[in-house]
């Protein structure tokens, strides 16, 4: 079985609780207004790597305490992420989900495979990109009608703790120059950041 990627890192901490893997898909049909990531939504683009592959990537890379999949949307490739999910809960980490649609959409559909990937998923972040209600106060999310759905008793500690958590930005730089960003904050901080009159000054 086999996912149509767009990016993957071994470990992170701007994606989801603690240190994690982190795999954004490729292809998206939500195409919200505003989308951060519109290279994402092209579902003929990205790379095509196993499950299997990447199961053994996160499991021999990095010590980490889960996965988060996100996008892209990860419900357009649900099955393959459930599968790839199940392995992960079966080594005993834990399994991050964004998704574009809302949890209530995806548990009246008829389409197993997206039951599949809730049940491996033990928290669920869900809606749209809404750009009217952008809003960074809340980690990995960047608007306020984003909902945290604590799905397993994995991470119930953080429903009272998630406020007083910071958002953050990880910013890497490769030997040959690229500058890599992941992580969430509002486009006047990246807008500063990567403004070279400011850097210079
Ligand atoms: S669901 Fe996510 S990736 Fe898709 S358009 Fe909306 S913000 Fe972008």
């Given at each position: 079985?086999?996912?149509?990627?767009?990016?993957?890192?071994?470990?992170?901490?701007?994606?989801?609780?603690?240190?994690?893997?982190?795999?954004?898909?490729?292809?998206?049909?939500?195409?919200?207004?505003?989308c951060?990531?519109?290279?994402?939504?092209?579902?003929?683009?990205?790379?095509?790597?196993?499950?299997?592959?990447?199961?053994?990537?996160?499991?021999?890379?990095?010590?980490?305490?889960?996965?988060?999949?996100?996008?892209?949307?990860?419900?357009?490739?649900?099955?393959?992420?459930?599968?790839?999910?199940?392995?992960?809960?079966?080594?005993?980490?834990?399994?991050?989900?964004?998704?574009?649609?809302?949890?209530?959409?995806?548990?009246?559909?008829?389409?197993?495979?997206?039951?599949?990937?809730?049940?491996?998923?033990?928290?669920?972040?869900?809606?749209?990109?809404?750009?009217?209600?952008?809003?960074?106060?809340?980690?990995?999310?960047?608007?306020?009608?984003k909902?945290?759905?604590?799905?397993?008793?994995?991470?119930?500690?953080?429903?009272?703790?998630?406020?007083a958590?910071?958002?953050?930005?990880?910013?890497?730089?490769?030997?040959?120059?690229?500058?890599?960003?992941?992580g969430?904050?509002?486009?006047?901080?990246?807008?500063?950041?990567?403004?070279?009159?400011?850097?210079?000054?």
């Amino acid at each position: 079985m086999f996912l149509n990627i767009h990016r993957f890192l071994s470990v992170t901490k701007a994606e989801g609780p603690g240190k994690r893997a982190c795999l954004w898909v490729q292809g998206c049909p939500i195409r919200c207004i505003g989308c951060a990531v519109p290279e994402t939504w092209d579902e003929n683009g990205g790379q095509k790597v196993s499950v299997e592959e990447l199961a053994e990537r996160i499991l021999n890379g990095p010590d980490v305490e889960g996965v988060t999949f996100l996008g892209g949307e990860p419900f357009a490739q649900a099955k393959p992420l459930a599968a790839l999910g199940r392995l992960m809960k079966n080594a005993g980490l834990s399994v991050v989900t964004f998704t574009g649609y809302v949890l209530e959409e995806i548990q009246k559909s008829t389409t197993k495979e997206w039951h599949e990937l809730v049940s491996v998923s033990d928290l669920l972040i869900d809606g749209p990109y809404r750009r009217e209600l952008a809003d960074f106060s809340r980690p990995w999310v960047g608007s306020f009608n984003k909902r945290f759905h604590f799905l397993t008793p994995r991470y119930q500690a953080l429903k009272t703790e998630i406020m007083a958590m910071p958002n953050r930005l990880e910013i890497r730089f490769t030997p040959n120059g690229l500058v890599l960003v992941n992580g969430m904050a509002s486009s006047t901080i990246l807008d500063e950041l990567f403004d070279y009159s400011l850097v210079r000054e």
